[in-house]
């Protein structure tokens, strides 16, 4: 077994150690979650449905718990941590809620006579890879779904987030889930490898970076393996002369700066038209001066850390990039003294497909602000990227809004709105942002069998 250790990005300080499950160990889990699932795929949909809703309930009554432990594992500040509680709590609830009625059987017209349905069913002992940096939200929205539906879980989280993974795990068992349907897996990314060519597991949802879903794509196709993939997003936010500047500069800021700009959802890319573009920019500018960094388990603390240091070396470097190439840094930009991962909100204009942050995700505070001449160039700006996540569009002209939404290449529009997760809403993108959804009724599809009953 090897070990290894958590770290506060606040501080740099050491959290905890922790060891790694040995390969028996891996193979003993992936067993007892084949012989659960068994039973708790032919368990009552009641019953099933009525763990869920104890889960969220012990969600509710642990969080402080689990927010002090996110506070200390990746960065984020209290306030924002309590939201995550809530909205996985929510998801739970929803599934437990809605679930049942989202399963029933759907009947299809069958010519000639007779009847015929489709069924939804579980497919067996799934694993979930999940990231850190919303470590109960990106859970629940794997979760609560497919235990619904009978499947079993393995869960490996990020190794940044090892105590909260606990904390859930403790959480599912107390809530009274049968052993083997949800187990914690702290293991080694050649161990992941073991699990997916393993006949036995029936699917693999991974919520990550773009290279890390190439890898499990590819092994999940070698292995013929069903994978949900949410990757990156680099997600326009376009502004059209016609907008409520104000109402956009609120969503602007929050969207771009909330939980230190780490999400893939974040307005990463402000394409604003000409005619409000020095307005906008200067309200951005004005705006990003109020998201001073602190310590994130201060509830005054607006921005804490980002989540690690070498997530805070790539931000700071794709930064430089764009500066010395011609970009105007309007303000942050520079990495701060003393110890943690901080990291100033940071306002860029003029950048160009020769930088680094044209192309690629930002995943920190920093916004980049582009100005285009009409709703044409705005909608090419949008689309010349690799990903397609999520996006919003700003204008008091909904004929308009429709037209622009039907031509952005993403999965996700936000009228007027950002993308906000709620527990109905299906959550995916296209092209290099993944592939599949999740929540809501799609959420429940992935993984299922949707078995036809043709009745004479």
Request: aromatic content about 6%; overall charge negative.
């Amino acid at each position: 077994m090897s070990t290894f250790t958590t770290i506060d990005p606040s501080s740099g300080g050491t959290l905890a150690e922790y060891e790694t499950l040995s390969d028996a160990d891996v193979t003993s889990a992936l067993g007892r979650a084949t012989e659960a699932y068994g039973k708790w795929s032919r368990a009552d949909l009641q019953a099933r449905a009525a763990l869920l809703a104890r889960i969220a309930q012990l969600h509710r009554e642990r969080k402080a718990e689990l927010v002090e432990a996110i506070a200390n594992e990746m960065g984020k500040p209290i306030s924002q941590g309590e939201g995550e509680v809530e909205l996985a709590a929510s998801i739970y609830d929803y599934y437990a809620d809605q679930g049942p009625q989202l399963l029933r059987d759907e009947e299809l017209e069958v010519a000639g006579g007779g009847r015929a349905l489709v069924r939804t069913s579980a497919t067996g002992p799934l694993l979930g890879i999940m990231p850190w940096n919303y470590p109960l939200y990106q859970v629940a929205r794997f979760v609560a779904p497919n235990l619904l539906l009978g499947n079993t879980i393995l869960l490996k989280h990020a190794r940044s987030c090892t105590q909260t993974s606990l904390l859930i795990e403790a959480i599912v068992r107390d809530a009274g889930a049968p052993s083997g349907i949800y187990e914690n897996l702290v293991v080694s990314s050649g161990q992941i490898g073991n699990l997916i060519a393993d006949p036995r597991l029936q699917g693999i949802s991974l919520t990550g970076s773009e290279q890390a879903g190439r890898i499990v794509a590819e092994q999940a196709g070698k292995h013929l393996k069903k994978c949900v993939l949410e990757l990156g997003g680099s997600d326009p936010f376009i502004v059209l002369p016609d907008a409520d500047l104000g109402h956009a500069l609120d969503l602007a800021e929050s969207g771009r700066f909330s939980n230190a700009g780490q999400a893939c959802t974040s307005s990463k890319r402000m394409i604003v038209h000409s005619d409000v573009y020095d307005e906008f920019l200067s309200g951005i500018v004005e705006r990003a001066k109020g998201w001073t960094t602190g310590d994130p388990t201060d509830r005054s603390t607006k921005m804490g850390p980002l989540a690690t240091l070498s997530g805070r070396e790539e931000v700071a470097e794709q930064v430089e990039d764009a500066v010395s190439k011609g970009a105007t840094l309007h303000i942050g930009g520079v990495v701060p003294d003393g110890a943690g991962a901080f990291y100033p909100a940071t306002v860029l204009s003029g950048v160009t497909k020769d930088m680094r942050a044209y192309s690629e995700e930002l995943f920190g505070p920093v916004a980049v602000v582009y100005e285009v001449g009409s709703t044409e160039e705005a909608i090419t700006l949008a689309n010349d990227s690799r990903f397609g996540l999520g996006s919003a569009v700003f204008t008091q002209d909904p004929e308009l809004a429709a037209e622009v939404a039907d031509r952005l290449e993403v999965g996700m529009v936000g009228l007027n709105s950002l993308i906000r997760s709620q527990p109905s809403l299906p959550f995916g993108g296209v092209k290099a942002s993944g592939i599949g959804r999740e929540l809501g009724r799609l959420g429940l599809d992935e993984f299922a069998n949707k078995k036809m009953l043709r009745i004479a």
